[in-house]
């Protein structure tokens, strides 16, 4: 069963729920997203189901109520959920606006914003929760503060552009996680992969935060972009931050809280985040002569097994895939 509580085991969980009773459906959105309201004009044709996948506090799914319903929920206080119909239509009331969310136009819900909705019987929608903690946190790290008001997305989040890629990415590894269930190391990529989804996702929706990043970036060290030069002409040799340091004559210190400050990430994942583009770019552009193998250890790849898994994960297909859908 679905448990929002606290998690300890960040190994991925699925879940199903199917109900008929609307005490039995208000019961387990309870757990999932808080305390709220839902009425269902007609119960009796009530046919809910919730399926997906949790890592940690993190869930992937599917929902569908099969009938009218509304919903008010006054705050999520936990998380944030992205959300966005597959089928059908959902009105949204928030302050005094009305707006209508569907295929192609996602909404975005964050805590400390309370709202109303209604949902089409029609409307079966994916829906993407991320904790509130890690949210935040990941923001903080990115501003180099504490921040003191709450994290507020524009709820209307137009499903092209960069907003299209990321949800992309993230069905891609909600694909992953229900076919791939157990992974030695499947914590450590989840990490990286959790960390990633957010940084993205706070540099492409707008929020209130948004114009206070843009100017963090705009005054970003020169020797990051030197260490991104660097990172690009050597992709094939493996990382030493203690080269690094005495290159640039930093500590590591300095060099983790500036990277986690413009870059959202550590100085490890952000070159294996350039081999994974490397890689896709020229793979797209490959020559007579080359070959998956080939570029994926030019690219600084050494255990391909692990890379190729990881790559579909980040695109959505394997890198023979890739080849594949370019000829």
């Known amino acids: 069963m679905f448990d929002s509580g606290k998690y300890e085991n960040w190994l991925p969980k699925k879940f199903f729920a199917h109900f008929h009773q609307s005490k039995d459906v208000l019961d387990w959105t309870m757990k999932a997203n808080g305390p709220h309201h839902l009425h269902i004009p007609d119960p009796q044709k009530i046919d809910f189901f919730h399926e997906g996948i949790q890592i940690g506090e993190t869930t992937f799914g599917v929902i569908r109520y099969s009938t009218l319903v509304n919903i008010h929920i006054d705050n999520l206080k936990h998380c944030y959920i992205f959300n966005v119909p597959l089928e059908g239509i959902q009105e949204i009331k928030i302050n005094t606006s009305t707006i209508y969310s569907s295929c192609d136009v996602a909404a975005i819900f964050s805590p400390d914003q309370p709202f109303s909705m209604v949902l089409e019987q029609d409307c079966q929608k994916q829906m993407i929760r991320i904790p509130r903690k890690n949210m935040e946190n990941h923001l903080m790290r990115m501003l180099g503060y504490k921040i003191t008001q709450p994290l507020i997305f524009d709820i209307q989040a137009p499903m092209q552009g ?107 994942a952000y070159l294996r985040n350039l081999r994974f583009e490397e890689t896709y770019k020229r793979l797209k552009e490959i020559k007579t002569w080359e070959n998956v193998s080939s570029i994926a250890m030019d690219c600084g790849f050494q255990q391909l097994g ?18 594949k859908n370019n000829k």
């Open 162 to 268: 960069s907003i299209k890629k990321w949800f992309n990415l993230a069905m891609s590894f909600q694909d992953f996680l229900l076919e791939n269930n157990t992974l030695m190391d499947f914590q450590s990529i989840w990490t990286n992969f959790e960390n990633n989804l957010i940084s993205i996702l706070l540099n492409s929706q707008p929020h209130n935060y948004s114009l206070e990043l843009e100017r963090r970036l705009q005054g970003k060290p020169s020797y990051l972009n030197h260490i991104e030069s660097l990172y690009k002409e050597n992709l094939s040799q493996p990382l030493k931050l203690s080269e690094l340091e005495k290159m640039l004559g930093i500590s590591r210190e300095r060099l983790y809280r500036d990277f986690h400050t413009y870059f959202g990430q550590s100085p490890v």
């Open 306 to 323: 692990r890379f190729s898994q990881e790559y579909k994960t980040r695109f959505g297909e394997f890198p023979s895939d890739t080849l």
